[in-house]
């Protein structure tokens, strides 16, 4: 039978659910519209009145198109140019989903999106529903048919992992803005003193140009060595210009939560760096540059209010 105007509704109701699930199990917006799509076929399809209670049916067929996506995800990787990242979502994008909570901020974050590929499928469908979205192990066990005890071990076991990921506290937002600030004036002087003092000793940078646009396919690591790099990627030159087509206006931004430097050039976002921010310093700094995962961050540049660049190169 055709869906009704009731069923529609009933569905486009769910999505920002829907799609802020499948973001958090994909780490990619295209792949997460995708999947919520197939999920409004599949529900087209249904005879959606024999469904008890639409909103499980949706998560359970919407979860499982994840997981077998993240299965063939995972051979894709094995041949994807250089390292992979997520895509990263500029303050506002409703796929963020909900932030009511510690949890449900630190499961968007891209250090955690980053750290989560590190789970099997199923380890990290349980984390998401469960510290995300608050589902009990009893709806997650229907969801991913396992038992209810099989539910509560794969969540600690995946909260263990992204737990020992992480391995420094979080600071308060103040402090944090105040670290990266000074972080942004340092790296505009050119030296790389300045630099390494608001580092931490295994500081990390990493890129993903997905073959697309230059980026090291080996993470620089160390505080001195990360210095180096920044110092070099701040500094204004006429073959950095050509490559991206114009000069670069940086400004400093948040993105899934965290602070970022987004840059951008006659406003397409060419780049979108989420720092990694704690007590000890800055421990890492994940830079988005493959143009295919930066088009929905264009799109909400051109929507947003972001005043004057802090400086340009």
Not at 59 to 69: A, E, F, I, R, S
Not at 260 to 281: H, K
Request: charge should be negative; include cysteine.
């Amino acid at each position: 039978m055709p869906l009704t105007a009731d069923d529609v509704d009933l569905f486009e109701a769910s999505r920002p659910r829907l799609e802020a699930i499948a973001y958090r199990l994909l780490g990619s917006a295209g792949e997460a519209e995708d999947a919520v799509q197939e999920t409004f076929l599949r529900w087209q399809a249904a005879d959606v009145d024999r469904i008890g209670i639409p909103e499980a049916w949706l998560t359970k067929v919407l979860t499982n198109l994840c997981l077998n996506q993240l299965t063939s995800a995972r051979a894709r990787r094995e041949t994807y140019v250089g390292q992979w990242l997520p895509e990263p979502l500029l303050a506002g994008d409703p796929m963020l989903g909900p932030a009511d909570t510690a949890e449900q901020r630190e499961s968007v974050s891209y250090a955690v999106l980053t750290l989560m590929e590190r789970l099997s499928p199923s380890e990290r469908a349980v984390y998401v529903l469960r510290e995300a979205f608050d589902y009990p192990h009893r709806e997650i066990a229907e969801i991913l048919d396992i038992s209810e005890a099989a539910s509560q071990q794969i969540f600690h076991r995946a909260k263990k992992h992204v737990a020992d990921g992480k391995a420094r506290a979080a600071i308060d937002e103040a402090a944090t803005r105040r670290i990266v600030e000074e972080f942004l004036a340092a790296a505009t002087t050119g030296r790389v003193e300045p630099l390494v003092r608001l580092l931490t000793d295994d500081a990390i940078a990493v890129g993903d140009g997905g073959g697309k646009v230059p980026a090291r396919a080996k993470a620089f690591e160390g505080a001195v060595t990360v210095a180096k790099f920044l110092r070099g990627l701040f500094k204004p030159a006429e073959a950095k210009r050509a490559l991206v087509g114009g000069t670069a206006e940086v400004y400093l931004w948040t993105a899934n939560g965290d602070p970022a430097v987004v840059a951008v050039v006659d406003g397409r976002v060419i780049g979108v760096m989420c720092l990694e921010v704690t007590a000890e310093g800055i421990a890492a700094f994940r830079n988005q540059v493959n143009p295919d995962k930066l088009e929905r961050a264009t799109a909400r540049w051109a929507a947003a209010d972001h005043g004057e660049p802090l400086f340009s190169v």
